[in-house]
């Protein structure tokens, strides 16, 4: 794991018989490590209902200014969407560094958690992997309708 901080540390869902109830109870040893709260480098965490309505996924935003909406701030040079890597979040320090870059820059920044990727168990079984990018895809078209212009 690429942490800064080992409280920013999570537990991933992987749906292997077995393992999930091993990872937790190992996770519970520290409950800190899961604590959401712990990781402080984001404005605002939004849970995102996935296109199908039965799953969800986190987006956290960094605002260049004084937020105006949920996605944007005022004043701000556009809006940056980061896609952390397979086995990472948010709170990695290349998500985090990659985020203060553009923020001093003047642009709001969003970074996706992919499902089981925020510290929080999902409804579903299954994942992300290279190829899906379903919640992606579905989060573009949910910037797209609530945007202000």
Request: proline letters at 2%; glycine letters at 10%.
């Amino acid at each position: 794991f690429l942490r800064k901080s080992e409280g920013c540390s999570y537990v991933s869902e992987p749906g292997l018989a077995g393992i999930t109830q091993i990872l937790t109870a190992v996770a519970s040893i520290d409950n800190s490590a899961r604590d959401e709260g712990v990781c402080d480098y984001w404005d605002r965490r939004v849970r995102v209902e996935t296109q199908c309505g039965a799953d969800f996924f986190h987006a956290d935003v960094k605002y260049a200014g004084k937020p105006s909406s949920t996605w944007q701030s005022q004043n701000s040079k556009g809006t940056i969407v980061l896609i952390h890597g397979l086995e990472s979040n948010s709170n990695s320090s290349l998500s985090t560094d990659m985020a203060n870059a553009y923020q001093t820059d003047g642009f709001d920044v969003i970074c996706l958690n992919f499902r089981g990727c925020c510290g929080t168990p999902n409804l579903t079984l299954g994942g992300y992997h290279l190829g899906f990018t379903d919640d992606l895809r579905h989060f573009l078209e949910v910037l797209k309708e609530t945007w202000e212009t």
